[in-house]
């Protein structure tokens, strides 16, 4: 693929130029070049890691000092390096392929130029050319069977650039100069001129000949283009080509079937336009096919039917199964996975091969991903320079490579077995309910202290430097660019292509609240209980004490005027919590609330959370999730309304990022409470429902694989932790989120007691979350409770009652903060202000205690403001 010319920008200003390309139309060329310096490696870095897959980048680091720099941006995606002579040889030493580089020329002269370049074999760049005439001859001396030459120039115009372009080499053109409207720019520099300056055409009537391609590389169709036609494409954005009996062709203005311009580029000899376009409606051929060459093969047509299917499947169809049922696809891949492993001639390797490209394929779909994308991620692997040992991870090695493995490393035969229906039964002898789920148990007199206190730790987070690191940055980007970093990181985090803005504002379109009656009258039973019980907090009146004659003091509360609440979405919808947070909002007479939850692939919000923000008078919801949308709430950006106070759980993330913003004072915000996993601890002694405590346990095992469930047996017998123990194997085993549960359990814990009173002492040191207390008089135990987010008492309360209806609020200090937390409430949404007012006879009063501790204090500004008012010294 030939590159007819590189557009130069600035780092700092590409997506946003005072003039000249925009990023948009810089994609149209896809060849792009910039200068650094030792103060600009680090913008480059993060461009890279912006822009995979949109550009080819060209780099000028001939100024930078540091070799491991330049090998990390060819490694991060650099498409070459030009480089000083000094650079080079640094670089030829370490290995690096001279494909990848370029020699920057000293100067210009006939005679710099021919010593700079005897005797190597890489491409050149003659920089800031003002002798035109003089390239010129030593271009026509060098030949065309050579490596390729970049020119920029010290006075950039379009006759020269077009001399040189002839010549074949590759001008180098700083993109404010560009234009892709030259009747309405007339005094900037042409790009289709440029792009076509090299073309030739060997048809009477000159029109270039074009293959229109996908952005896969699939060739849709041949047409022809003229320089209008090329003009025409830059300039909408759109396919449009030259027709030979009509003029110019919008391709798919009368069908609909219109193609977005993804980039345009040339053959090697110049003689060939190659188009590629994002096809839209039907497909390109006007036989309605995706190509003029028939319909799509292989994974192109397994991508177009799976996108159908995701949007508009068949009753029965098993592909739409796969994409309501993430689980079972997700054991699949597993399966097959494994399965390929264990393929041994050509047509079994094929087979297998085909089946897990299907259900990988299936994942990226549902995932808002493309084969385009994979392939681009493929690409750029392939331009790394630092390779890896590549062994497999030890998870994968030590066991039989008939095995099954999960994503995160483990075994895990079981995942796949607890939620595929369509099993090859031959390949799985190990059966799933050989594999018990089982807590660790210990008897606290057996044991010492410290290591039941051990038992008892919570699930190793990441540390706080790790999370710290990677938060940072995305608080700051969202600080800095606002409104495209919120689009790009949830991009990037959650797959969401489609939107066009973070926020969607009230009053919500009904068309995103398609509910079923039965969710519709759940969601208003819930909201109800929750606003009674909220509403029970108000303070009925001010508090007001005389504290001595004539001295009256006085609290009275005030809503905080803007909340954001968020909402997480990772692997579970939750208009539950979008009602845990946003009903006591509602009820404490906050003026603006904001929701930010994480979208939909398609960029949607579940239309439970969007008739929960309705019900609640919510401002918008905010399209975002993670670290990302805290700094959103916490700032504010063009679209996102800045906030007082941010709530709500989420994962490590949004706990560092929600500690974070809550830190810096610029923000000028505060938090609800830190956060961790979800977590429950059952105290149960022999009268409880072993079925109960198993259905209790797993319903918090269920939240994630960092999870962590505890159950305190009082006095119980072996039969029965037994009876518990085979109630929780075979209730998880039939459990969707199985795998996420045997997650959990691996470090959740049974702890025998003796007594009751060990028991809570243990529960205490805990602080748990939920606390389920399934004992004899359990009402009576209540009083004992020093440290728990939220208690449930007795057998007939199950934790899920606090989650969703009873009235309770469900958004509770997690990882041990129930020592210093409390959940949710009325009064985390309002603010407390005092007042005073004293009479003359007050002031008498109270005024020497005051005077003397100014004086103390050595405050004299202090003590005279009430000496002047009571006329003493």
Wanted: charged share 20%.
């Amino acid at each position: 693929m030939h590159c007819p010319f590189l557009a130069s920008i600035d780092l700092a200003s590409y997506t946003n130029p005072t003039q000249g390309l925009d990023s948009k139309a810089l994609s149209f060329i896809g060849n792009v070049f910039a200068k650094l310096d030792q103060t600009s490696t680090d913008d480059a870095f993060l461009y890279l890691q912006q822009t995979v897959g949109l550009f080819t980048t060209y780099f000028d680091v001939s100024s930078l000092s540091s070799t491991d720099d330049i090998i990390s941006l060819l490694d991060s995606g650099a498409a070459k390096v030009f480089v000083n002579r000094q650079q080079l040889d640094q670089l030829v030493s370490n290995k690096i392929d001279q494909d990848r580089m370029v020699l920057v020329l000293p100067g210009n002269t006939k005679q710099e130029i021919i010593d700079a370049i005897s005797g190597t074999s890489v491409d050149v760049y003659s920089h800031q050319v003002r002798d035109i005439e003089l390239v010129e001859a030593w271009l026509k001396e060098y030949g065309t069977d050579r490596p390729e030459v970049f020119v920029s120039f010290a006075s950039p115009d379009i006759e020269n650039v077009l001399k040189l372009s002839k010549l074949s080499a590759i001008p180098i053109i700083p993109a404010e100069l560009l234009t892709v409207d030259p009747k309405v720019n007339p005094e900037s520099i042409s790009v289709s001129a440029v792009l076509l300056s090299n073309v030739t055409s060997d048809r009477p009537d000159g029109l270039f000949t074009t293959l229109v391609t996908d952005e896969r590389g699939i060739a849709l169709g041949l047409v022809y283009s003229s320089e209008e036609s090329v003009a025409e494409s830059l300039r909408t954005g759109r396919g449009v080509y030259q027709s030979r009996k009509r003029g110019l062709w919008y391709k798919g203005e009368s069908s609909g079937d219109i193609q977005e311009l993804v980039g345009i580029t040339l053959d090697c000899d110049h003689d060939c336009l190659r188009y590629i376009v994002k096809q839209k409606g039907r497909g390109f051929c006007h036989l309605a096919t995706a190509t003029c060459f028939g319909p799509y093969r292989g994974l192109s047509r397994l991508q177009q039917t799976l996108r159908r299917r995701m949007s508009s499947a068949p009753e029965g169809s098993y592909t739409a199964r796969l994409f309501s049922d993430p689980l079972l696809l997700n054991a699949k891949i597993v399966e097959e996975a494994n399965e390929l492993c264990q393929a041994n001639t050509k047509s079994e390797v094929a087979f297998e091969a085909a089946d897990l490209f299907y259900f990988a394929l299936t994942k990226c779909i549902a995932s808002g991903l493309t084969l385009e994308e994979v392939e681009q991620n493929l690409d750029a692997k392939s331009s790394k320079v630092k390779r890896r040992k590549g062994d497999a991870k030890v998870a994968y090695t030590t066991k039989p490579a008939t095995q099954d493995c999960n994503l995160n490393g483990r075994m895990s035969n079981e995942a796949v077995k607890g939620n595929s229906s369509s099993l090859k039964a031959n390949n799985n002898p190990v059966k799933l309910q050989e594999e018990r789920i089982q807590m660790r148990r210990y008897v606290t007199a057996e044991e010492p202290p410290e290591k039941i206190q051990e038992a008892l730790r919570r699930p190793s987070q990441r540390s706080s430097e790790q999370i710290m690191g990677i938060v940072h940055p995305i608080i700051e980007a969202i600080k800095t660019r606002g409104d495209a970093a919120l689009l790009e990181y949830t991009h990037k985090f959650d797959k969401a292509i489609t939107l066009t803005s973070p926020v969607l504002h009230a009053p919500f379109p009904h068309s995103l609240m398609q509910l079923s009656p039965e969710t519709i009258q759940a969601i208003d039973t819930s909201f109800e209980n929750i606003r009674r019980f909220h509403a029970a907090q108000k303070e009925e009146k001010p508090l007001v004490v005389e504290t001595m004659p004539g001295v009256v003091c006085s609290r009275f509360s005030r809503p905080i005027e803007r909340v954001g609440l968020y909402v997480p979405g990772g692997t579970a919808i939750l208009p539950s919590t979008a009602l845990m947070l946003g009903v006591p909002a509602m009820v404490a007479g906050c003026k603006k609330i904001v929701i930010a939850s994480p979208p939909r692939s398609d960029g949607s919000i579940t239309p439970e959370i969007v008739y929960v923000a309705q019900k609640i008078g919510a401002e918008s919801i905010v399209l975002a999730g993670g670290a990302q949308a805290v700094a959103a709430l916490a700032y504010g950006t063009e679209s996102v309304s800045k906030v007082d106070k941010i709530l709500g759980p989420g994962n490590q993330f949004v706990t560092a990022a929600k500690m974070i913003v809550s830190n810096d004072t610029s923000a000028g915000v505060s938090i609800d409470m830190p956060a961790g996993p979800s977590e429950v601890l059952v105290v149960a002694d022999e009268s409880a429902n072993p079925a109960f405590v198993a259905s209790d346990l797993l319903s918090q095992a269920e939240h994630g694989v960092d999870s962590q469930v505890v159950l305190i047996a009082v006095g119980l017998t072996e039969p029965q932790l037994a009876a518990i123990d085979d109630e929780l194997h075979t209730q998880a085993i039939v459990l969707p989120r199985v795998d996420i549960i045997r997650g959990a359990i691996e470090h959740s814990v049974t702890l025998v007691v003796k007594d009751i009173a060990e028991a809570m002492m243990l529960s205490n040191l805990y602080a748990p979350e939920h606390l389920i207390l399934q004992v004899q008089d359990a009402e009576s135990v209540v009083a004992l409770v020093e440290n728990a987010g939220s208690v449930f008492v007795g057998q007939w309360t199950p934790e899920s009652v606090g989650d969703y209806s009873a009235g309770v609020n469900h958004s509770l200090p997690t990882y041990g903060y129930a020592k210093q937390y409390s959940g949710v409430n009325l009064g985390s949404y309002i603010k407390h202000i005092t007042s005073s007012q004293l009479t003359k006879e007050g002031l008498r009063n109270v005024g020497g205690a005051v005077m003397q501790l100014a004086k103390v204090e050595e405050l004299e500004a202090h003590r005279r403001a009430v000496s002047l008012r009571l006329g003493v010294n």
